[in-house]
């Protein structure tokens, strides 16, 4: 089974991703992965930054009082201004124009984010992102080397195919593939690709920058300028408050019963 696009091209910035092989692949699997394909020494010195912005965001105290995705160990973030240059290789090597030959309507700008996992986190249950009907592209970038260590992503043969219930997810028991990377890799998804972010058992957080098109993309002016183009952390999931901590923590101390929860919710759920 092929999981891999090659890029054409000697450097990083010049090579260009080979639509056709790119294709099939995508259409196999749900996703493909362009390898080498952005400066490693250019994420080495943003994976730093964020490393530092979140030692910073806590030096005060835990963030989010402890919540918040915080005892899951997955967080959301905006990575910065400086992602922009990351981006402008997506677009010189051709991955944009792949995004939106395969999703027409993803014409606006990215929303630009990261998903930052933390040391010591937990398996996430296995989810897609958004709605099955509004399906939209997802393009990670790798800021370090990724694997079974340090919480490479594990996703669901196929399930980007057709729309899935949690229910049907659990009795069809989709084959699970893990996706490691190495730093520079580019894995391009479909949001309705069935997930889960893994355990992090490595001593460094695990940073990966994720340039979205739920909606169409960003709304705004410049998404690499929002909070003036600094580094912040937001709740991945669990919100911060009260009702957020106890599902979160209900979560880690009881995992199977609250899959078990979640599947009969959506036997009836439509």
């Not at 080397?145 to 949690?166: F, M, P, S």
């Not at 957080?205 to 960003?218: D, N, V, Y």
């Not at 923590?249 to 009881?254: G, K, P, S, T």
């Amino acid at each position: 089974m092929s999981m891999l696009a090659t890029a054409t091209g000697n450097s990083p910035s010049a090579q260009r991703v080979d639509f056709e092989e790119a294709s099939r692949s995508f259409e196999r699997e749900g996703f493909v992965i362009f390898r080498s394909l952005v400066d490693r020494d250019l994420l080495a010195r943003h994976a730093q930054e964020l490393f530092d912005a979140f030692d910073q965001a806590n030096a005060d105290g835990p963030l989010f009082a402890g919540g918040g995705g915080m005892v899951m160990g997955h967080l959301n973030c905006f990575p910065g201004e400086q992602t922009r240059v990351v981006y402008e290789t997506l677009v010189a090597s051709g991955v944009i124009d792949f995004v939106r030959k395969l999703w027409p309507k993803s014409v606006r700008p990215p929303n630009v984010g990261c998903n930052f996992n933390l040391t010591r986190s937990r398996a996430q249950n296995y989810h897609m992102d958004g709605y099955a009907a509004a399906a939209f592209p997802i393009v990670n970038v790798a800021c370090v080397d990724t694997d079974n260590v340090n919480g490479a992503l594990d996703v669901l043969e196929r399930t980007h195919a057709r729309e899935y219930k949690y229910w049907q997810v659990v009795r069809q028991r989709p084959r699970s593939i893990r996706v490691p990377l190495k730093q520079g890799d580019v894995l391009v998804r479909s949001s309705m690709l069935w997930h889960r972010g893994m355990p992090n058992r490595s001593s460094r957080a695990r940073p990966m920058l994720a340039f979205t098109w739920e909606g169409g993309g960003s709304n705004a002016d410049d998404p690499f300028r929002q909070n003036d183009g600094k580094i912040t952390f937001y709740p991945n999931r669990y919100t911060a408050n009260v009702a957020g901590k106890f599902q979160e923590h209900a979560y880690v101390l009881a995992p199977r019963a609250s899959a078990l929860a979640r599947f009969a919710i959506s036997l009836i759920k439509r």
